[in-house]
């Protein structure tokens, strides 16, 4: 039988959870007024807004692309997505294939379906435009890039997806230098956001901005030691990368 102080105990638990997942991900001056003067509530809506919801939506993001087939034999495995579409002209098909294109640079095929995709009651869906923000930056359309991410940005994921980096690159590549960077700071949290703040840095590189960008790249690479074994593996490209970027910056220091 649970006693109150046991409650007290839990309680105080899943706020130090809540508290601790959220400064992680550099999100904590939001929710930490609702953690800490509503234990209870707020931490069950923190649970269900950061924790719950962008499970579930990275696995079923990641659902669809687990192929060992279409890996080993992407080829074969478009032509059997075409067959399909052939047999049964449908929404799911269509993207199926989109995202086959894509996922093997056949952007311009992707894009099409993507649009011809876009009707009715799926006029509005999320994967599809999040897929299309990617195809019209693969084909430098940066201007529709815009009004799609847009429509996107209030759902809950967009702030860590590659939709959102490609939006804020987007912006920058038709001049709007001031709100890309905004952007790009938006996506800033400490011992997260890895593969956000390593193109962060790029955008500060191309802006000439060395010392600003070894501070992001410095940062990230301080922090790889202190992270988890998983998480340490998922972002080491990004570790790999941000170092690539010290060396050129020391190298452009050394020879000034």
């Known amino acids: 039988m649970f006693s109150y102080g046991s409650y007290y105990y839990i309680i105080v638990g899943l706020q130090i959870f809540c508290a601790v997942h959220s400064y992680r991900r550099g999100t904590l001056s939001r929710w930490i007024f609702l953690i800490a003067f509503l234990p209870v509530i707020g931490s069950i809506i923190y649970l269900y807004s950061e924790v719950l919801s962008n499970r579930n939506n990275f696995r079923s993001t990641i659902k669809p692309t687990i192929n060992v087939g279409a890996v080993l034999n992407p080829g074969a495995n478009i032509k059997k997505l075409e067959e399909d579409l052939r047999f049964s002209d449908t929404f799911a098909n269509k993207v199926k294939l989109a995202d086959a294109y ?139 990368k941000a170092k690539e970027e010290l060396r050129k910056i020391s190298s452009l220091r050394n020879s000034a």
């Open 102 to 240: 894509l996922a093997t640079g056949l952007t311009d095929k992707a894009v099409d379906l993507y649009e011809s995709s876009l009707t009715g009651a799926f006029a509005e869906n999320e994967h599809v435009m999040m897929q299309l923000i990617a195809g019209y930056f693969e084909q430098g359309r940066y201007e529709e890039v815009i009004p799609l991410a847009k429509k996107l940005y209030h759902l809950p994921q967009f702030p860590r997806s590659k939709a959102h980096i490609l939006y804020a690159m987007s912006l920058e590549n038709i001049g709007n230098i001031e709100q890309a960077e905004s952007e790009f700071k938006a996506m800033k949290g400490r011992y997260s956001y890895f593969e956000q703040r390593y193109q962060y840095g790029l955008f500060l590189m191309r802006a000439e901005r060395y010392e600003d960008a070894e501070k992001i790249f410095t940062d990230m690479v301080d922090e790889e030691p202190q992270l988890g074994n998983m998480e340490k593996r998922n972002n080491r490209q990004w570790f790999t």
